[in-house]
């Protein structure tokens, strides 16, 4: 984050650094929808992504130990860590998990990239954070692709419900995007990663002990080197790298690399798990991949200009807010009227 003149922040630029830092966000934020796949097809999916959340959560929280953070955050940002772990962890990828017992995994990462358009319709609804005619184009566009994608998966006949479950979790996870701007974890994010997967599974336990009861776990190879992958590098890594990225560059930038999960998600179950890859997908992609780049230079021209990106969320407009008037001024005006006086 960059420092305005007032003392407040506001998100930088997209840079190298961010851009890598997305990227590698959105590569193995994709694989893990095709190691979902492998795991759900040996393991109940409520009962193995409890079961990650909780030894994920082990996992950061004692390695953040270990690096001197403490879990004594203030009341705000314990209600945050926990809406970021139900909306993420328990519905995101709870819905997720559950929907590829019944469709393809690619398929379900066609869907979830929908996400930066989720979030910037709630930003526009609740924070009034208009997007800037290019932003707007640069949506629509990979909004588009996606469909594109989609619309050839769904010829095939793919679950209603299966479908429904992947867009109110990639709804759920716009709004945990949204809400991760009021978290300030400072030193202690690894803290708060660990903390938010002991959320996740907490709310999935009794669920899986629900609706999973007499249902077997077949702890096969492939879904326990699937289990063990998902647990540290999408669990924990990517969820470090999504927490840096939004607070680096914005919540509704960061997003947008979400929509290099269609080519991403449909690739690697296409290399892994010889899902279908037609031209269809390619044109998707090549879609998809222009909308970034729009959304990727309005959000630069709108970090560059007076203002940047905090006058067009508090204002509403493209216009910089006034100025605000100093009190140490006024107290000066009224001391020389009264010496004139």
């Not at 979030?119 to 566009?141: N, T």
């Not at 969320?313 to 100025?323: D, F, K, L, N, V």
Request: aromatic fraction near 8%.
């Amino acid at each position: 984050m960059t420092q305005r003149g007032d003392g407040s922040s506001r998100p930088r630029p997209l840079d190298p650094a961010s851009l890598a830092m997305g990227v590698g966000f959105a590569v193995i934020w994709s694989s893990a929808f095709t190691s979902a796949k492998i795991q759900v097809t040996d393991v109940p999916p409520l009962y193995v992504s409890a079961l990650r959340f909780a030894l994920a959560g082990v996992l950061s929280c004692g390695l953040a130990w270990a690096l001197g953070q403490s879990a004594r955050l203030t009341r705000r940002q314990w209600w945050l860590a926990g809406v970021f772990g139900i909306c993420q962890n328990t519905l995101y990828l709870g819905l997720n998990f559950f929907a590829m017992t019944r469709i393809e995994g690619g398929l379900a990462a066609v869907i979830a990239s929908v996400l930066p358009l989720l979030v910037a319709a709630l930003g526009w609804a609740f924070l009034g954070e208009r997007p800037r005619p290019l932003g707007a184009l640069g949506l629509a566009l990979g909004f588009a692709g996606v469909i594109w994608i989609m619309g050839g998966r769904l010829q095939g006949g793919s679950d209603p419900a299966a479908i429904a479950m992947c867009v109110g979790g990639a709804l759920a996870l716009a709004v945990a995007t949204l809400a991760l701007r009021g978290i300030a974890p400072g030193r202690g994010l690894l803290m708060i990663v660990g903390l938010q997967m002991f959320v996740g599974a907490a709310t999935l336990a009794p669920l899986s002990w629900w609706l999973e009861a007499g249902m077997e776990a077949r702890w096969t190879r492939p879904a326990l080197i699937a289990f063990l992958y998902t647990t540290l590098v999408p669990g924990v890594i990517a969820t470090v790298i999504w927490f840096r990225l939004v607070r680096r560059i914005g919540a509704v930038k960061a997003a947008a690399f979400h929509f290099l999960n269609p080519a991403l998600g449909v690739a690697i179950a296409w290399v892994l798990l010889a899902e279908p890859l037609g031209w269809q997908d390619a044109a998707g992609v090549a879609v998809a991949t222009l909308g970034i780049l729009l959304v990727q230079l309005a959000q630069d021209r709108a970090a560059a200009a007076p203002g940047g990106e905090g006058a067009v969320s508090r204002t509403g407009s493209g216009r910089p807010p006034p100025p605000p008037r100093s009190g140490g001024s006024r107290a000066r005006s009224k001391a020389g009227r009264r010496n004139r006086s």
